[in-house]
């Protein structure tokens, strides 16, 4: 949107359902789009083309993020699981399953390889990124309250107090 206007600066059109989470980069006019049947969409802006589409979730796409200088991508579904895609080749390098519901929030620290995932019932995992482990759990004080905001202030909190090696060490304030 214009600013100063309000109005649009594009359209584009493709997705088969509603648009439900985007990561954008402006320095390359790229971005990537959740959608609710399930689809994730790479999208070249200044062409205005999907380049990349990455399919293997069972219910709608709630959460992306991008580590753009290894071209990762992660996706968080309401088929209660999370994808780590290969963005170049479309493959899906890892599947992460812990939820019993819908997650609908995800913060990535991808220097450090931290994952904080908000589900629907108020649970927040966290995971390491790029080895296999067990996610360490978290309840948060009421059903529902594990939005973005929740699950970026855990991350951030465990990348400054934790090398996740051994038992992680949690600080911080709601």
């Known amino acids: 949107l214009s600013l100063e206007t309000g109005d649009p600066l594009m359209s584009i ?73 290969a963005l170049k080749t479309g493959d899906c390098l890892r599947t992460f399953n812990g939820h019993s519901v819908a997650v609908q929030s995800i913060a990535v620290d991808w220097i450090a390889g931290y994952l904080a995932s908000g589900a629907a019932d108020g649970e927040v995992l966290l995971w390491t990124v790029r080895r296999a482990a067990s996610p360490t759990r978290l309840r948060v004080g009421c059903e529902g309250i594990a939005e973005g905001v929740t699950a970026l202030g ?15 060490a949690f600080e911080f304030k709601i």
Do not use: M
């Open 13 to 85: 059109e493709g997705h088969l359902c509603v648009v439900t989470s985007i990561a954008t980069n402006w320095d390359t006019n790229r971005a990537i789009c959740g959608s609710g049947d399930g689809v994730v969409a790479y999208w070249d802006l200044r062409r205005r083309s999907v380049e990349q589409v990455l399919r293997g979730h069972k219910g709608s796409v709630t959460a992306v993020s991008v580590d753009w200088s290894t071209f990762q991508v992660l996706s968080a579904s309401e088929d209660s699981s999370l994808k780590l895609w």
């Open 154 to 168: 855990i991350i951030c909190a465990v990348s400054a107090t934790s090398s996740f090696e051994d038992e992680p």
